[in-house]
């Protein structure tokens, strides 16, 4: 029933005398502190920003799925449920302790198995574990799109739980391990990546780009006279669907490293909007011009590079300079995409080099140049800019660096690649023995 315009001062003024009141009388009575409440709105906020980056693992499925040929559906299904479930366990047993706890100089050496964490229902230390597991998670995908549609399912699984117990979580002790007990070198002389445009994106972009340039370009994909042939993705419906998935995502990834119920997420949240806006326009734009065409996987290509771009500085940038980095980062993966396609000649199906490595690499520059306190834009001279440019090469040596060595090692030994009629009949088939598509494949391979 609607108040009155007269009883509706009344009960406001009631409610605002009796409701503080009530909070005091409960805590008197024995109630909850105000800091145990604001520990519960973090922990509530964390775990639900958790979930919303669990979701972006369908994000990830539906962009390479969408972006590759029908008949390795299976296969990219398969390997982005295998790679979390893989970084789930990775982490949880050894990667969480070498990222997170007490520090060396260079990893951690404690909370292995999660020894040393306290059982209490309200700890912390099971919300902040199950918050960095799906970002560990994360960087593990990223490097499944560049090498799509070629790679054999076992080396796969082999080099997503190795990235998940070393190569993610060494490298992140560096940056973010004095989240929990640890401290690393990078943190302690001023390196920002808030949200994880290095320590998640170009760990992960740089490792894709080993893996690609291991396995070599698929059947057709370059011509007896070294063009590049262009092998359109199956499905750029399912493409779209990802990005919006990952999009949504972004909500979580961002504002949700905050780990704090507080003001700071409303203002994270326009500032990851933007960006992620800017770099579709400008993508779109940038490929207009080059291509004569607004390409639809550009466009798509162009929001994920504005959020990947956006995801060191969006606690620390405005509004405003949040679409300049997301305008930039539109522009950049188009001309990186062709760059990397026909000038280098590597073959990334889905563009995750250009999106995740390129544009991480820009976005942790971008703080060095954008940010409010500190950036060179804003007054704030070459320092801040110098430790982002010495972070984002440290990650560069230690992810591209490990990444050649281990794809490398595989290719030695057990072998990275399927065979050339697998490759051909598709993974799904040679792989897994079925079909996303029933009767699809078998009918177009005989």
Not at 32 to 61: D, H, K, R, Y
Not at 356 to 383: P, R, S
Request: some cysteine; charged content about 10%; glycine content about 14%.
């Amino acid at each position: 029933m609607r108040l009155s315009n007269r009883i509706k001062p009344i009960f406001l003024a009631g409610a605002a005398i009796l409701l503080p009141a009530g909070f005091a009388a409960a805590q008197t009575a024995g109630g909850p502190s105000a800091e145990t409440l604001q520990l519960n709105l973090n922990i509530v906020w964390t775990c639900v920003a958790a979930f919303l980056v669990f979701f972006m693992q369908a994000g990830f499925a539906m962009v390479e799925t969408g972006f590759t040929r029908a008949k390795n559906t299976v296969n990219i299904m398969m390997k982005n449920l295998m790679d979390f479930a893989i970084a789930s366990l990775a982490f949880f047993l050894v990667g969480f302790g070498l990222m997170f706890g007490r520090s060396n100089g260079l990893f951690g050496t404690t909370h292995f198995f999660l020894g040393g964490m306290t059982a209490g229902p309200q700890d912390w230390d099971w919300t902040f574990l199950i918050f960095q597991t799906v970002f560990a998670g994360t960087a593990a995908t990223i490097v499944s799109g560049a090498m799509a549609e070629r790679t054999k399912f076992s080396g796969y699984l082999i080099y997503s739980a190795i990235i998940s117990l070393i190569v993610y979580p060494v490298f992140g002790s560096w940056a973010w391990g004095s989240l929990l007990a640890g401290g690393g070198w990078l943190e302690k002389i001023g390196f920002v990546d808030f949200a994880g445009s290095t320590v998640v994106h170009s760990v992960g972009g740089w490792l894709a780009l080993a893996g690609a340039i291991v396995l070599g370009p698929r059947i057709g994909k370059y011509g007896p006279d070294g063009k590049a042939r262009a092998i359109p993705g199956h499905n750029i419906a399912l493409g779209a669907l990802g990005v919006f998935i990952l999009w949504f995502g972004w909500f979580g990834f961002n504002p949700g490293s905050t780990t704090v119920g507080s003001g700071d997420i409303g203002r994270i949240a326009v500032t990851t909007n933007l960006a992620a806006a800017a770099g579709a326009v400008f993508a779109m734009l940038a490929a207009w011009i080059l291509e004569k065409k607004p390409d639809a996987s550009m466009m798509l290509n162009g929001a994920l590079a504005g959020l990947v771009a956006i995801t060191a500085g969006c606690a620390a940038v405005s509004p405003v300079d949040a679409i300049f980095i997301g305008a930039i980062a539109g522009i950049l993966v188009v001309v990186s995409v062709l760059f990397i396609d026909r000038t280098l000649k590597v073959d990334d199906p889905v563009g995750a080099v250009s999106v995740h490595g390129v544009n991480g690499l820009f976005g942790t520059l971008a703080v060095g140049l954008f940010a409010a306190e500190g950036g060179l834009f804003h007054g704030g001279g070459w320092k801040l800019l110098g430790v982002q440019a010495l972070g984002a090469s440290a990650a560069f040596v230690w992810a591209f660096g490990l990444g050649m060595a281990l794809f490398l090692i595989l290719k030695k030994t057990m072998g990275l690649r399927v065979s050339e009629e697998e490759e051909m009949r598709g993974l799904d088939i040679g792989e897994h023995g079925m079909e996303a598509y029933g009767g699809f494949q078998i009918f177009i391979n005989q």
